[in-house]
T-cell receptor, first 114, second 118 residues
């Protein structure tokens, strides 16, 4: 089982609609969860982080975390063509002696159609 | 704040040569830096974790003698791809982490280096 799994898509959503991106993870001890947006040829850009169960809203973005189900999601409201990108889910894995690493899902390609 | 730079942004080299990529934290001290590699249409794969003043920890399957990592100061880590071959062509991205900067384990990513080996 992969540590972090996402539906690779592509996901196509009409402009103005809600885009829903999902992610599951295997490490029950994980405490930090991130959503990154990556445009082609560019480095990932952090758009949301979440640490507690429930919803966290920031502008048009809402992250949802359910630790019992080991599930993280990202909702994008009022989708815009500029939201078209690959969205990467990342989970912070705590290793021994305090070391840690960020494990990425395979990413979901999102296309917003005008 | 929390800006990470990489140099060069793009490099083309001949097969068999070595290439050095620099990763700098510009406005904070990074105790830990991470090096990732990303092939086209694939996700980021962690290559190694670099702690200032100590040897890097490599992920399984990453050759430490081929990908030399040096983290000599709290603001600079370097990745040297030795004897590069076409299969090493990829997008290399570094990130930096400082536990004193944020409490939420956030990493700050550099802009990436596109390596093409001919």
């Amino acid at each position: 089982q992969k540590e972090v799994e996402q539906n690779s898509g592509p996901l196509s959503v009409p402009e103005g609609a809600i885009a829903s991106l999902n992610c599951t993870y295997s490490d029950r001890g994980s405490q930090s969860f991130f959503w990154y947006r990556q445009y082609s040829g560019k480095s990932p850009e952090l758009i949301m982080s979440i640490y507690s169960n429930g919803d966290k809203e920031d502008g048009r973005f809402t992250a949802q975390l359910n630790k019992a189900s080991q599930y993280v999601s990202l909702l994008i409201r009022d989708s815009q063509p500029s939201d078209s990108a690959t969205y990467l889910c990342a989970v912070n894995i705590i290793l021994f002696q305090g070391a840690q690493k960020l494990v990425f899902g395979q990413g979901t390609r999102l296309t917003i159609n005008p | 704040g929390a800006v990470v730079s990489q140099h060069p942004s793009r490099v083309i080299c001949k097969s068999g040569t070595s290439v050095k990529i620099e990763c700098r934290s510009l406005d904070f001290q990074a105790t830990t830096m991470f090096w990732y590699r990303q092939f086209p249409k694939k996700s980021l794969m962690l290559m190694a974790t670099s702690n200032e003043g100590s040897k890097a920890t490599y992920e399984q399957g990453v050759e430490k003698d081929k990908f030399l990592i040096n983290h000599a100061s709290l603001t600079l880590s370097t990745l040297t791809v030795t004897s590069a071959h076409p299969e090493d062509s990829s997008f290399y991205i570094c990130s930096a982490f400082s536990p004193g900067l944020v409490w939420n384990n956030e990493q700050f990513f550099g802009p990436g280096t596109r390596l093409t080996v001919l």
